[in-house]
Each structure stands twice: as structure tokens, then as C-alpha cells.
């Protein structure tokens, strides 16, 4: 069964805590990416991957950080620098080849803020 | 990347034919036009993408007129089913896939 796994559904952080949300794909895909979405809102990059060992921030990287050790997987950190955590976070994958390749979502992980 | 503009709202009975429109004015040569619903609380799903003229899948038609500064999502014999969130996206800055996201249309469909 292909697809992109998000986990958890639900974190919690707490003031000052780096916490780690999970993606992982087993579509083969080159290219990985993360958004933040809230609420009544449109998605917003974060940080992508075109290729293992390499990423590029997107348009809201700052308190975040991200790693590509395998093409499989690309985990989200949230750093505690990032002082308005709580949102609704995606992963997306695509083959990475011509431009009109479409992407594919995750479920999501809802982070909220004790 | 195109910016684009679409209503924030749209409401619809069950049965109805929907048409959402999304103008890109600055549209480049080489952008296709993709269309994502969102459910609350899940991940978009793609529902269609073109580049010009008609698309036709099992669940949309996008109709893209010749100057393509505009596009029309048709959904026909819209169900309860189909209230959910509608972007319309444009380009993909060249191969990074990158994605701009508006707010969307968000769909209504009433009983």
C-alpha cells in the first residue's frame, strides 16, 4: 500500500521544546516537501528536498529545520525558536521530474502548544 | 511564480453543476494549471491539472480558455461529499515543484 505516512496525528510541545514531526514515503519519490497550514489559511512551504543530503528553505523556514539522510524519509524539526508553533502540518512528495508533476499529500500532524 | 485570485466562497446544492473560476493574469508560457481539494484536517488530493483548452477526468473538467489568464473547475452533480476546500495553483518554479497556495474556494453544498 503506497502512499505518505505522517506521525504522529496529534503532538504537544511544550515552551521551549524542540519537537520532531515524522514523514515518510514509499513512492519512490526525489522530491520532498513540508508545509504549514492555519487555520482558514492556504499552505505555506517551509522547507523541500529535491534529492538525498540536500534541502532548501521555503518561504517560512525560520525556527524550523529539517534532514534527507534517506530518500524515503524527511523529518521536520520545530525548533524553540519558532515562537507560533501551533498549526497544521503537511508533507508532500512528487517524482521530482518535469515541472507539471503533481504532489501528493500526507495526513497531517496537528501540533499544538501546552 | 503566478499569483492567483479565486472566490472565497461558494455555496451549491446537491445535483448542481459547480464551475469555480481562478484568474492568473501573469501566467508563464510553460505553467500548467493544477486544481487540490482539502477536506479538514487532511492532506490536499489532486483532483485535475491542463495547460490549455478542456481536461476531463472521472471527477472534473477544467476548461482553460486561449489567453489562459483564467481557468474553470466544473464539477458536475456535486454531492454532499464535495464540500470541502478548492485551490487553484499555477507554475511550479521551474523543477523544484514548488507550490503557492491562495486561500481557496470553500464549497458549500446543501442538501
Known amino acids: 500500500d503506497g502512499g505518505i505516512t505522517q506521525s504522529p496525528k496529534y503532538l504537544f510541545r511544550k515552551e521551549g521544546q524542540n519537537v520532531t514531526l515524522s514523514c515518510e514515503q514509499n513512492?519512490?519519490?526525489?522530491?520532498m516537501y513540508w508545509y504549514r497550514q492555519d487555520p482558514g489559511q492556504g499552505l505555506r512551504l517551509i522547507y523541500y528536498s529535491q534529492i538525498v543530503n540536500d534541502f532548501q528553505k521555503g518561504d517560512i523556514a525560520e525556527g524550523y529545520s529539517v534532514s534527507r539522510e534517506k530518500k524515503e524519509s524527511f523529518p521536520l524539526t520545530v525548533t524553540s525558536a519558532q515562537k507560533n508553533p501551533t498549526a497544521f502540518y503537511l508533507c508532500a512528495s512528487r517524482t521530482g521530474g518535469s515541472p507539471q508533476e503533481t504532489q501528493y499529500f500526507g495526513p497531517g500532524t496537528r501540533l499544538l502548544v501546552l | 511564480l503566478a499569483k492567483t485570485t479565486q472566490p472565497i466562497s461558494m455555496d451549491s446544492y446537491e445535483g448542481q453543476e459547480v464551475n469555480i473560476t481562478c484568474s492568473h493574469n501573469n501566467i508563464a508560457t510553460n505553467d500548467y494549471i493544477t486544481w487540490y481539494q482539502q477536506f479538514p484536517s487532511q492532506g490536499p488530493r489532486f483532483i485535475i491539472q491542463g495547460y490549455k483548452t478542456k481536461v476531463t477526468n472521472e471527477v472534473a473538467s477544467l476548461f482553460i480558455p486561449a489567453d489562459r489568464k483564467s481557468s474553470t473547475l466544473s464539477l458536475p452533480r456535486v454531492s454532499l461529499s464535495d464540500t470541502a476546500v478548492y485551490y487553484c495553483l499555477v507554475g511550479s518554479s521551474g523543477n523544484t515543484g514548488k507550490l503557492i497556495f491562495g486561500q481557496g474556494t470553500t464549497l458549500q453544498v446543501k442538501p
Open positions: 513512492l519512490n519519490h526525489d522530491a
